[in-house]
């Protein structure tokens, strides 16, 4: 059985690495139902060249192919009901997955294991990403199952976005992963909504095949009400709740100056839960223009009150969030459309506290309606550690080359 799936697995490796002619997805409808199914394959390669600091790294170089297949289907059952469902099915040897990280676990979304199965030491997952119900009337939305949550309003660092957020420095963000939850929307006046929002929470489990395992710790739940009303030009909302038994208070902006300049803004105040930790502050403000050429900018400023106050205690940090070590950074972004075939994005990303910096840059080519190309690079500034220290925050991270084939159907 390991040897078919074996071959099976690599068989479709091959499919991805070489595009195949498009065919066109399956739709479907009469009066009252219909019936949608799409496709994506991707295929990649990576190459990372990581820092020279053996407590971190086991391994300088780290290269290797990727590949995996996406089924959506969506479906209408009636006028109001519909079901959507997103299946994967991937291949990541682990050399990839911890790229070489003595601290890296295998640890997916926090989510439930019970539709996700592991086979080839860990290295192929076939999962259910998406797999939900939904009411729509004209003032009500109802979702239930596993679906994306997203909070975000700026787009590189997102304080609000508590469930499966995206790192400031992901170009392809076409699919959030899903997580276990209920979602009500509902339509208070024409301009104003209601979202009330439950996401469920899992026991760690190493030996699961995502890292957590099919039982609900209720500690870990999440609720939150999201309260938005438009005023003028801008949308404003207020945001509360629980996140993993830690309260939670805060909101967001998103408008337009002078029907020129783009603002977006959100952050909140976490309440910790736990005796002897203070209350923390994160918030982000974003500013962005798109030119009628095509090139759009944005900056954005991020305050990160649960980082540390200093690189001595980095390792702490690191220890207990992961995400971002320091509490001020910026981000600078640019894209452009050089051709309607080709266009390229720029990131920069700079930690204030280490004067460390990661720069990121994206190329995107259309081959047809249905496959593209995507070429990517990021390259580590800052002081690299020694022994155990670390010294700067980007400088713990690798140099990275990678490329990517879609096609769609």
């Not at 009469?30 to 390669?45: A, H, N, Q, T, Y």
């Not at 992963?177 to 979602?183: F, K």
């Not at 005023?231 to 207020?238: K, Y």
Request: charged content about 20%; aromatic content about 12%.
């Amino acid at each position: 059985m390991k040897l078919a799936l074996k071959a099976a697995t690599l068989s479709l490796l091959m499919l991805f690495l070489c595009v195949q002619p498009a065919y066109a997805f399956i739709s479907w409808s009469d009066e009252k139902s219909s019936l949608e199914i799409r496709g994506l394959l991707r295929g990649s390669g990576l190459l990372l060249k990581n820092p020279n600091a053996p407590v971190f790294y086991n391994k300088r170089s780290v290269s290797g192919l990727a590949g995996s297949g996406r089924l959506m289907i969506d479906a209408g059952i009636s006028d109001a009901w519909s079901i959507e469902m997103h299946a994967v099915q991937n291949y990541v040897p682990l050399t990839l997955q911890h790229g070489g990280s003595n601290l890296l676990t295998l640890q997916g979304v926090e989510r439930s294991d019970l539709v996700d199965w592991s086979y080839y030491s860990r290295a192929a997952h076939l999962l259910i990403d998406r797999l939900n119900l939904q009411y729509a009337s004209n003032r009500v939305n109802i979702k239930a199952g596993r679906q994306p949550v997203n909070l975000a309003t700026t787009f590189y660092f997102t304080p609000n976005d508590f469930f499966a957020p995206f790192a400031a420095q992901t170009f392809f963000r076409s699919y959030k992963p899903g997580v276990d939850a209920l979602r009500a929307d509902v339509q208070l006046a024409d301009i104003s909504q209601l979202s009330l929002i439950s996401v469920l929470g899992y026991r760690l489990d190493a030996g699961g095949d995502n890292g957590w395992s099919n039982r609900v710790d209720a500690a870990r739940n999440s609720y939150l009400a999201r309260i938005s009303a438009l005023f003028g030009d801008f949308e404003l909302a207020l945001l509360a709740g629980s996140v993993k038994k830690d309260r939670v208070v805060g909101g967001d902006l998103q408008g337009e100056l002078f029907e020129w300049l783009g603002v977006r803004a959100e952050g909140h105040v976490n309440f910790p839960d736990q005796a002897g930790l203070k209350r923390r502050v994160e918030f982000a403000l974003g500013l962005e223009h798109r030119w009628e050429s095509t090139l759009s900018l944005r900056a954005e400023q991020f305050y990160h009150g649960g980082g540390a106050s200093n690189s001595a205690t980095y390792g702490a940090v690191l220890a207990t969030q992961g995400s971002y070590l320091a509490r001020n950074y910026s981000a600078l972004g640019a894209s452009y459309e050089f051709t309607p075939l080709l266009s390229g994005d720029l990131t920069v990303i700079y930690n204030w506290m280490d004067h460390s910096a990661l720069a990121a840059v994206y190329l995107l080519y259309s081959l047809s309606d249905e496959s593209e190309l995507a070429f990517s690079g990021a390259v580590a500034r800052g002081v690299r550690p020694v022994g155990a220290r670390i010294n700067s925050e980007f400088g713990l991270y690798p140099n990275s080359l990678s490329a990517e084939i879609r096609s769609y159907f």
